[in-house]
């Protein structure tokens, strides 16, 4: 199946620094990708849809300048979390939609663990 | 608005046995389904999925599910768990109005499994 792989796995800061965090479809292009943050025992909450070349369309409640997503090619999505601070501090995951196929089916990055010190 | 219910935190089922996990949607109109499961270091992967049609839908690994609209469920059936099933378990609805990409989970159950 389609592979989507996101780096860092793990990421450790320190309060008041930005941290950029990639997701890469690695074999197919991903016209859509979406970024996801699970706390723990929680489910999934959508932050916000990336779409290449346009802005990113944001969920209510999350802070677009905190959160910037950049979707500069078809098989890159970056999500920056800007002057982190440790409630960032969460379980980021990216999806991936291919463009074409079953709406809905989406390929997902193994996760990204952001700890804020 | 769509919303998802997982109402087992956790779970734990003997090798060999049957698992049921259950699933509750709120959603107007004809859901598009999903399950996916989360083990440690990997991204969800999707074990089925359903969209219209026949209502037991078979999956990836031996799951199948079933969709049924009067109970407003759509709960996760193996005949015979294995050792390697030991998982975090989503449900997810799409939502309609953005072509079905843009999803909701519930909040997921985690499967132990037992010797």
């Known amino acids: 199946g389609a592979v989507v792989s996101q780096h860092p796995s793990r990421v450790i800061c320190k309060s008041g620094t930005s941290v950029k965090i990639e997701c890469r479809s690695l074999d197919f292009q991903a016209t859509t990708m979406f970024w996801y943050r699970q706390f723990p025992k929680k489910s999934l909450m959508l932050m916000a849809t990336s779409n290449e070349g346009s802005k990113a369309t944001y969920e209510q409640g999350v802070e677009k300048d905190k959160f910037l997503i950049n979707h500069a090619s078809l098989t890159l999505s970056t999500l920056t979390v800007t002057s982190a601070h440790p409630e960032d501090s969460s379980f980021y995951i990216c999806?991936?939609?291919?463009?074409?196929?079953?709406?809905?089916?989406?390929?997902f990055g193994e996760g990204s663990r952001l700890t804020v010190l | 608005a769509q919303s998802v219910t997982q109402p087992d935190i956790h779970i734990t089922v003997s090798e060999g046995a049957s698992l049921e996990l259950r699933c509750n949607y709120s959603y107007g109109a004809t859901p598009y389904l999903f399950w996916y499961v989360q083990s440690p270091g990997q991204g969800l992967q999707l074990l089925l999925k359903?969209?219209?049609?026949?209502?037991l839908v078979q999956g990836i690994k031996g799951f199948e599910a079933e969709f049924k609209r009067s109970q407003s469920s759509f709960n996760l059936r193996k005949p015979s768990v294995h050792w390697s099933d030991a998982a975090e378990y989503f449900c997810a609805v799409g939502r309609g109005n953005t072509g079905f990409q843009k999803l909701v989970f519930g909040t997921g159950t985690r499967l132990l499994v037992s010797p």
């Open positions: 999806s991936a939609y291919p463009g074409q196929g079953a709406p809905g089916e989406l390929f």
């Open positions: 359903y969209f219209s049609g026949d209502t």
